[in-house]
């Protein structure tokens, strides 16, 4: 089971995250996810902690900000990236101290539901590759107030491919990055091509 320590220090927070056993990642086409496959660990900025995910609109899944992991607020944080494993059965460990005196930077807010990112790519630039974002409906995905100490430390998991309070960003294709990111010359590609169209339209 994952676990979670923060400290009683209200300007600092001990944070790590493993050991947890996750069902099995997949890329789009169903292999398994190569090991050293970015993770990120985040929240839904400005999203209710007590808002279903079976109700999460893509405004709410686009408001996700990782804040350990690649191309997150505490990029050298993280000690270990996604490992593949056999069978049903895949792990990463993420294990970061956080002290905001040195410039780490924890949520905006307390408390936060918290969210994993999952890229198909091994890199440490994201742009362009694959992802997909899971939430959880339990309690042991909120991140509440690391001074706060009587608070329960979360312990978000993955551990089933038919967990019903489990939710997905495309939920058509859980458990694969199977959300594609344009490449920022496609999106260049396109504002340009829509810019064209326009001025054809209003000359015509």
Do not use: C
């Amino acid at each position: 089971m994952a676990l979670i320590i923060l400290s009683s220090a209200s300007h600092a927070a001990t944070v790590s995250i493993g050991g947890g056993a996750f069902a099995n990642l997949l890329d789009a086409s169903g292999n398994n996810l190569p090991t050293g496959s970015q993770v990120q660990l985040g929240y839904f900025l400005g999203v209710a902690p007590s808002k279903s995910g079976d109700d999460f609109t893509s405004v709410d899944w686009d408001s996700f900000s990782p804040f350990l992991g690649v191309g997150s607020s505490n990029p050298g944080e993280v000690i270990g990236t996604f490992d593949a494993g056999g069978g049903f059965e895949s792990a990463f460990q993420i294990s970061s101290t956080l002290d905001t005196d040195l410039g780490d930077s924890l949520p905006l807010g307390f408390p936060v539901r918290l969210g994993f990112r999952i890229f198909d790519t091994t890199e440490s630039l994201i742009d362009g590759a694959a992802y997909n974002t899971v939430v959880r409906d339990v309690s042991t995905w909120i991140f509440n107030d690391p001074g706060i100490v009587t608070n329960q430390p979360p312990t978000p998991s993955i551990s089933s491919t038919n967990d019903p309070l489990m939710f997905w960003e495309d939920s058509a294709n859980p458990f694969r990055t199977s959300i594609a990111v344009p490449e920022p010359s496609s999106i260049l590609s396109i504002l340009i091509g829509a810019a064209l169209f326009a001025g054809r339209r209003r000359r015509t």
